[in-house]
Structures are given as structure tokens and as C-alpha cells.
């Protein structure tokens, strides 16, 4: 810079000499310089009070000038005057307008001034002059200027000098969190969202309950944004986003409801809008898109809000629908919008995104170093008074002494020397005047004698005579033994940090008390796009699962029906060594959870799923889900699409080494998009999960091994457990080489041995005369709830018995005889690969490990017409039997799967009958209101790598 800058002289004669300088350098220090005055000073928030220092300025104005809660409003020009002329010397325009948002409820969550006459509304009209409206502080604002005069705070100069201005206002509620922030600084910019005064008193509890919480932890309690014009909230991943780091789009769509009208029209009335949105330009872009046809079936438009709240009705045509217009709405309007969350402050003198965390740690660190300061300051205070109240006690102890000493004395002075000498005796203030030490270190002298300080012998000669009365001696001592206590307890705060936090939640308890109210904004499920599942075809659909870990949804019309013995189709492509292993059929709306040998869940609609033929592959689950290194998926369940009908529900576990566990399905109704954890394995035991099911409490648990063996017993044996991570109970007893195989869930059955049996010598399904003991009612009965067990064996074999051959018996048995082999042939069947319960007229699909597929009725020999003598179907054989041929295997070829689809169901009307038949003439009987089905296999795709 030497180089660059020299002295010339003046060309005026006379004139002062002129420094040359580099302008590149001079406009690069000019313009930090600048830019750091707009990012410090002007335009960011600071985390500790969450205010501008133009906002800072005018609450600190507002109560210097007495313009607070419980006095007269004064006018907004008084206001902004005393702001712009002692401390912020800028526009009155902006100090108007940073008042008047202070005042708006759809601004603020908790608005600070307390505003009287017109400040605008959300439309947004701007507010009157500032001659017209009057303002005060809030009263929930004097949280935020509570101390101010406890040298809490550090104090500045104003622009001027003349006046002193706190740099940060000691407030005792997180006021950024609550009330957000918004601000365009010099390369960059922050947009804070409002929240839940309670809910964020609350994170700052667990906080200082736990301060080593996570964000992630935090979100369980603060669970987004709470913005006060009451949108809903789609979905928690941009707040997630937002909280764990900084930054964050959070989808928020205007409330509606649907209203009938005369003449079978409808009209949608939205009850609320999005943060930040201008209603009278969402009204013009509702009215413009249906004028440019984008939105069609709006008949007309109109804004009804009043005090009472928004209320903008759109009436539709007579032949629109609702849903469909709402549709168009949220995708070409205004009335579901992002708000791009930048959690962006001053901290420590410097910006910085921050996260949930963050946040409301610096809060909490802010609030302790203020009561710190408001403890010293009040400590130092009542040491100072008691320290003259320990002279008044000496001096009305020794009254007579301390009368005769000052009339002898020829002058004040005298009088004031004489009190300074002389050794009191201790007397009563011997125990306080070690809580007086930080004052007079060596006021108590050898001897039990104290000597009186220069104050305290000013206060004595200041004293007055009534105070030198009896009552007058015991009010001193009666406040000297207040401050004691009061000097006790502040000491106590400053040493301990526990009972420094317990003041501070003392004052947060007291805050969200007074002030907290309920969310306004609700959070609804995540919407992951206007025209996505809206616009999806409710269908059923086949999703299968391969061995490798490829995963597809065909639908389910695409496979063909064939009787018992067929053999088979082409079911999927698949790369060498692969198979399936999996399947069920259920909606394209309904959600799957997809659990993996980590023990961790997954969730996704149907609809997300890579669509195929029954020829092709389908797609890596590895590519659809975040698998993590060595993760692959092992089981997969398809859950009800109404969400409410989980909290009846239990799901259970079941490994292959026999164990289970039961859980409520509230511990799986959030499953966030990187998973969560579901299940535990006893460690190195190489054990995996074979089945996850549905069930109630009332439902009884049927597993079944490769050994032929099954046990049944009743779900409530299996205790319910809130633990996603525990490794559940005994479910079954194996021999070693033994697995489990198959797990379903049963309606409980009659437990009475002797009742089950004699209706089993005489079943409907038997083909015999034998005559049952049972009356006619409770046999009916028995029929009503019977079941039909299906075993399959890996070589083709099957039979079907009755639910009532399996009795109920407790849990961690080695169970019954499920399938017995023929003795002429024990090695016939091979391992049994599933045992399910099946209906008449429902349909049976198979799968190989070679990939073929084949679908197949489950026809009841006792139920089709001409009975027995038809000999089509299965006969219902005894639980031990060895049963017959269902499906031709090649050689070499082994089944190692298969699922039920239930259509016993009859047609609702003609229209649905006659589709029925079509379909039904085409070899299928297709019901479209199947519901899901249950995959069962032996395998399992942890086997090998890929998945």
C-alpha cells in the first residue's frame, strides 16, 4: 500500500493536501464495512432476543416513555419519533412499518404491542398513518424487558452519545423461535418460522433436563412451525430438514371445508390461508386461473372474511367435483405454498445457521449468564443494605452509649470519629456478618468487637428518632433477617447450577402459563405431490419380492387362473440364481412397511412401487429405499390405508429360530423417510425375521416349522411390549436344523377339547354318518367359526385340515403333527414352505425358485355342487395326514412361496356381477375390493447379498 498512496499538493493555493489512494482497496473496505453494518446492525436477529435492533429500539423506547401494558395507547408518531430521534436515526417509514407488524396476530405469534386502530390486515392493506393509530407494549412484552435496570445486559452509547441504548434485551422466553424472523442482509438472508410458545418452553425443559438432546429428539417435541394465520402443515420432513441443519422447505396449504348448496351444488370455503400469502392476491390468482381454464368447474369466487375470521368461498359448477378443483387449486395457486426456512442469526457477534438445538441452547446460555447478572446485581444490592442495617443493629443495641458519645461530641465530626474508633461489642449480628464479608472483610475484629464503617455511622447519624422505638428496633432486625435469608439464597443460585436452572424454569413455567395458547397450525400427513396419488387408480396389485432384492407391482388381473395340478405360468424375469420369495396382493393406495435384517422399517404406498409385467424383473429395493451399507430388506407388510384402524391393531414378529414379539402399531404409525428401527436378534445367533402380520389382542398366533410341526397359542401369551429393539419371547421349540417357516394369525378357537372333538367325528365336511353329541345350535356355531388350514411342502404336496385339529396351547412348545409323511415314501413332500388358512373360492398362488407362478382356486370338496360325489377339490383330511399333489414340479424345481387371495365376496350389485362374469369367462374371478393379502415363504432374502 505504500507503493499506492502518496501525499500532493493541493491545486487551489492554499488548500489543504490530498492522499492518493487504490479505490479498488478503498471500495472493498467500504463495501465490508457497509455490508457488515447491514448484517450486524440492521437486518439479522440476534438469538438471544430474537429481535432487529430497530425492533429492540422501539420496545425499549416504548417503556422508557411509560407506553406499556395497563396505561393509556399513545400515538404511533409519538412512538416512532422517540425511536428516530434518540436512538435510530433512520426513516420513520420503516420504524412505522417494523411497529406495525409488531401489532398483527397473522404476523406474529405472539404479538409484542398491543395496537389500537387500523395496522393493516392479511390482504395486505397497509396500515393507516401513524398519526391515526395509537400503540403500548403487550403484556407478554415485559417478559422480554423484565431487569432491564439489574445490569442483566451490556448498555451502549446511542448514534449520538447523548443517551444509552441496551444491547440485547434480557428476554425470558426464546422470542425468535416463537415469533420468527425475516431479513435481507448483504449475501444473505434468514426466514425463521414462528412457533408454539408452549411447545418451545417445553424443548427448553428438555433441554435442561438433557443438554446433551439431539434435534432429532427435539423435533418429538416442538414438531414444526406453528404459523398464525392456522395452515395446515403437509408432512414433518422440511421441518425436520429446517431443525436438523438450518435450512428446510416447509409445504403449508390453506384450510377448507366442503359446504352443500341448493340445487346439488357444492362450494369449497377456505377457513384459512398460508403464512405470508396476501388473501386478496390469492382470491386474483384463484379468479385467473379459472379464467385461463386451468382450474375448471368455479362458477364463481367471492371473500367473506370479516372479524371472525377468513372465509374465501369458491362455488363450483353443478357437474364439478370438489376434489378435483381443490386439486387444481393447490397446484396453480398461491393457497399451498413453501416456506423456505433459513435459520439464520447473530451469535456470538457473527452469523450463523443454527439448528433446533442451537437455538435453544444459546437461548438457555443467554438466560443463565442473565439470572447470573440479576443474582449478582440483587446479592450485591442486599449486602449493601444489610451492611447498614449490621450499624443500626450495633447502634440501637447500644442506644444509650451511642446517644451519650454523640451529644458529647462538640462537632459532627467529632461525633462521626468517635463512632469510627470505637470496638462494639458483636452482640446479635455475630451470624450475619459472614454474609456481609464481600463488603467489610475485616469488620469483625479479635475479641468479639466490630468497628463501623464510614456508611454505616452516616446512617446512624441519620437517623431518625421513631426509629429508635421498640417497634422501630424490631423492624430492623426483622429486616436484617429478611436479607439474610435473601443473601442465603442468592449465594445458593450462583453456586449451584441445578437451582440456577430451577429459577429459570420457574420463569418459563410462569410465562407459558399466562401466555401459551393451542397449535393453530395443524400437521397433516406429507404430501408428495398434487397430481401423484390423487390421480392414481385404486387397484389391486401383485407385489412380489425376489431373493436378490428386486421388488414390482403387477396388477393383479394379469395372471390367469388354472385348476389343482396346473403347471403353471412365466411369472418374472429374473438374473441367474434368483427367485421369488415373496408376495401379497393389496391397493396401489394402501402403505407397506418394508423391515431388513438390521432390524429396521421402512414405509412406502404401493403406488411408489416399480410397475411390471408378470415377465419382467422389477427394480433393486436398494435403489427405492435408504438402505444403509449391508442392510437388506427381509420381510415385507402391507398395512390398512386408513391409518385409523391401526390403533386396534398389534403387529408381530416372528424369527426363524421360533422367536416372537408383539408390539402396538402406534410404535410404527411414524416411520420417517431414512427408517427406524423395529426389531432386535440375540446378537451372533444368525437369527432373521420370517413373518410380520396384523392381529388384536382376541386373535391367536399359528407358526409352523419345516419339519412339519405347528403350534398355536394366543396372541396375549406373547406379552405386548413398547420396545421396537427387543429380541420378543419363545414362540416355538426347535430341534437344531429346525426352522420356523411360516407364521399366520387365527380367530381364537374353542379351547374345549371334548366339544372339538365331537364336532370333528361329525363335521359338515365329512363324508360319514356319524352322529355328533353337540345340539344343533352350538355345532352351527362351530361351523360359523371353523378355519381351513393349507400346508404346503417345497415338492408340490398339501392338504387342508381343520382349524379345530390345532388346540391352543401355550407358547414355546415344539406344537403338533402339521403334515405327516407317507410311509412308503418319507422323503415324498420334502420341507414344509407355508400353512395358512384358505377359504372356499378363494384363489392360491404358487411360486418356484424358478420363478413360475401359478394361480389356482381353493375349491372345498364339501362346498362344490355335487359334493362329494363331484370328487373335484380338496377333502378336509386329519391335521396328521400326508396330503396330496397340488403342484408339478420339474425335477430339481422346489416351491418356495405362496399367497392368498380371498374372493369370497358376492357382488355388491348387477353392474359389479356382470364384470364378474366377464372376467370369470375369461378364466379369472377378479373381486375388485380384495383386500390384502399375506406373503408366506421359506426363504428369506438375507440368504446372500444384493438386496
Not at 420513520?92 to 389500537?116: C, E, K
Not at 440364481?577 to 412397511?593: C, G, I, K, Y
Not at 419382467?616 to 390398512?640: C, F, H, I, Q, S
Not at 392368498?900 to 350389485?909: G, Q, R, S
Amino acid at each position: 500500500m505504500a507503493d499506492d498512496i502518496d501525499t500532493i499538493d493541493s491545486p487551489v493555493p492554499g488548500g489543504e493536501e490530498h492522499t492518493r489512494i487504490d479505490i479498488v482497496e478503498e471500495m472493498k473496505t467500504s463495501y465490508l464495512d457497509y455490508a457488515m453494518s447491514v448484517i450486524v446492525s440492521r437486518a439479522l436477529p440476534d438469538v438471544r432476543d430474537g429481535l432487529k435492533p430497530v425492533h429492540r429500539r422501539i420496545l425499549f423506547a416504548s417503556n422508557e416513555g411509560g407506553f406499556v401494558a395497563g396505561r393509556p395507547f399513545r400515538k404511533s408518531a409519538k412512538i416512532v419519533g422517540d425511536v428516530m430521534g434518540n436512538y435510530h436515526p433512520h426513516g420513520d417509514a420503516a420504524i412505522y412499518d417494523a411497529l406495525a407488524r409488531m401489532t398483527q396476530d397473522w404476523s406474529l405469534r405472539v404479538p409484542l404491542i398491543d395496537g389500537q386502530g387500523n395496522f393493516g390486515s392479511m390482504d395486505p392493506d397497509p396500515p393507516a398513518s401513524m398519526r391515526y393509530t395509537e400503540a403500548r407494549l403487550a403484556r407478554v412484552t415485559n417478559s422480554l424487558l423484565d431487569d432491564l435496570d439489574k445490569d442483566t445486559v451490556d448498555f451502549a452509547d446511542n448514534y449520538d452519545g447523548s443517551r444509552r441504548e441496551p444491547t440485547v434485551l434480557p428476554a425470558r422466553f426464546p422470542n425468535l423461535l416463537v415469533n420468527g424472523a425475516g431479513g435481507i442482509a448483504v449475501g444473505m438472508a434468514t426466514n425463521i418460522p414462528p412457533h408454539n410458545l408452549g411447545e418451545v418452553i417445553d424443548g427448553c425443559f428438555a433441554y435442561m433436563d438433557n443438554p446433551a438432546i439431539t434435534s432429532e429428539e427435539l423435533f418429538e417435541i416442538i414438531p414444526g412451525p406453528d404459523f398464525p394465520t392456522a395452515p395446515l402443515i403437509l408432512g414433518k420432513s422440511g421441518a425436520r430438514a429446517a431443525y436438523t441443519t438450518g435450512r428446510g422447505s416447509i409445504l403449508q396449504r390453506a384450510r377448507h371445508e366442503i359446504e352443500e348448496k341448493r340445487g346439488d351444488r357444492k362450494s369449497i370455503v377456505l377457513t384459512s390461508i398460508p403464512f405470508q400469502v396476501g388473501k386478496s392476491g390469492l382470491v386474483e390468482k384463484i379468479a385467473e386461473a379459472a379464467k385461463d381454464k386451468r382450474i375448471e368447474g368455479i362458477s364463481d369466487i367471492r371473500d367473506e372474511s370479516s372479524r371472525k375470521g377468513v372465509r374465501v368461498v369458491v362455488d363450483l359448477k353443478r357437474d364439478a367435483s370438489p376434489e378435483v378443483v381443490l386439486n387444481q387449486i393447490w397446484r396453480y395457486t398461491p393457497a399451498q405454498a413453501s416456506f423456505p426456512a433459513n435459520m439464520l442469526a447473530i451469535s456470538g457477534g457473527r452469523p450463523e445457521v443454527l439448528t433446533l438445538r442451537e437455538f435453544i441452547q444459546a437461548f438457555i446460555s443467554f438466560r443463565e449468564e442473565v439470572i447470573t447478572r440479576r443474582t449478582k446485581f440483587e446479592l450485591n444490592k442486599a449486602r449493601d443494605r444489610a451492611h447498614i442495617l449490621l450499624g443500626l443493629v450495633v447502634a440501637v443495641s447500644n442506644l444509650d452509649e451511642v446517644v451519650a458519645m454523640i451529644r458529647s461530641a462538640p462537632t459532627p465530626a467529632e461525633a462521626r470519629a468517635r463512632l469510627l474508633t470505637k470496638d462494639w461489642p458483636i452482640g446479635d449480628i455475630a451470624q450475619y456478618i459472614r454474609l456481609v464479608e464481600a463488603i467489610e472483610p475485616n469488620a469483625e475484629q479479635e475479641g468479639g468487637t466490630y468497628r463501623l464503617s464510614e456508611r454505616q455511622v452516616k446512617a446512624i447519624l441519620d437517623l431518625r428518632l421513631h426509629r429508635l422505638t421498640a417497634l422501630g428496633r424490631d423492624e430492623i432486625g426483622d429486616e436484617l433477617k429478611e436479607l439474610a435469608l435473601s443473601i442465603e439464597e442468592y449465594l445458593s443460585i450462583l453456586a449451584d447450577r441445578v437451582k440456577l436452572y430451577g429459577v429459570m424454569r420457574g420463569e418459563l413455567e410462569e410465562i407459558k402459563a399466562a401466555y401459551a395458547t393451542p397449535r393453530v397450525s395443524e400437521i397433516a400427513p406429507a404430501w408428495d405431490g398434487i397430481d401423484d396419488e390423487d390421480l392414481i387408480e385404486r387397484e389391486e396389485m401383485v407385489v412380489t419380492v425376489t431373493h436378490g432384492g428386486y421388488i414390482k407391482r403387477t396388477p393383479l388381473d394379469s395372471f390367469r387362473a388354472q385348476a389343482r395340478g396346473g403347471k403353471g405360468r412365466s411369472g418374472m424375469a429374473t438374473k441367474d440364481e434368483d427367485a421369488v420369495v415373496e408376495m401379497f396382493v393389496t391397493s396401489t393406495h394402501n402403505p407397506v412397511l418394508f423391515f431388513t435384517n438390521t432390524g429396521r422399517v421402512y414405509r412406502k404406498k404401493v403406488w411408489k412401487l416399480p410397475e411390471g409385467s408378470p415377465q419382467t424383473k422389477g427394480r433393486p429395493m436398494v435403489n427405492l429405499l435408504p438402505l444403509g451399507e449391508d442392510e437388506r430388506v427381509t420381510n415385507v407388510l402391507a398395512l390398512p390405508e386408513d391409518e385409523g384402524e391401526w390403533s386396534k391393531l398389534n403387529i408381530v414378529f416372528a424369527t426363524e429360530q421360533g422367536m416372537v414379539r408383539r408390539n402396538s402399531m402406534d410404535s410404527f404409525t411414524n416411520v420417517p423417510s431414512n427408517g427406524k428401527y423395529a426389531m432386535g436378534f440375540v446378537e451372533d445367533s444368525g437369527d432373521r425375521l420370517i413373518g410380520v402380520e396384523l392381529l388384536t389382542e382376541d386373535q391367536e398366533i399359528f407358526l409352523a416349522s419345516d419339519s412339519g410341526k405347528a403350534i398355536r397359542f394366543s396372541a396375549t401369551d406373547a406379552r405386548e411390549t413398547k420396545s421396537r429393539t427387543g429380541i420378543g419371547v419363545r414362540g416355538m421349540k426347535l430341534k437344531d436344523g429346525q426352522k420356523v417357516v411360516s407364521m399366520t394369525v387365527l380367530d381364537a378357537g374353542e379351547r374345549d377339547t371334548d366339544v372339538r372333538e365331537s364336532y370333528l367325528r361329525a363335521a359338515h365336511w365329512k363324508n360319514n354318518d356319524n352322529q355328533t353329541t353337540l345340539d344343533a345350535e352350538k355345532a352351527a356355531e362351530l361351523a360359523e367359526t371353523e378355519e381351513f388350514i393349507l400346508t404346503l411342502t417345497a415338492n408340490g404336496y398339501g392338504k387342508i385340515s381343520s382349524s379345530y385339529e390345532y388346540r391352543t396351547i401355550g407358547r414355546g412348545g415344539m406344537g403338533l403333527t402339521n403334515i405327516g409323511e407317507p410311509s412308503s415314501n418319507p422323503d415324498r413332500n420334502g420341507p414344509v414352505v407355508a400353512s395358512f388358512p384358505v377359504k372356499h373360492g378363494s384363489q392360491l398362488m404358487l411360486v418356484t425358485d424358478q420363478a413360475k407362478l401359478i394361480r389356482m382356486p381353493i375349491k372345498l370338496r364339501h362346498l362344490v355342487e355335487g359334493g362329494f360325489e363331484n370328487h373335484e377339490g380338496f377333502s378336509i383330511s386329519g391335521r396328521g395326514s400326508s396330503g396330496v399333489r397340488i403342484f408339478n414340479v420339474a425335477k430339481g424345481e422346489q416351491i418356495v412361496g405362496a399367497a392368498l387371495i380371498d374372493e369370497t365376496e358376492e357382488p355388491e350389485n348387477e353392474a359389479e356381477e356382470m364384470v364378474h362374469d366377464e372376467i370369470a369367462a375369461r378364466g379369472g374371478g377378479l373381486n375388485p375390493t380384495t383386500p390384502h393379502t399375506t406373503a408366506h415363504s421359506d426363504r428369506n432374502m438375507d440368504d446372500e447379498p444384493g438386496g
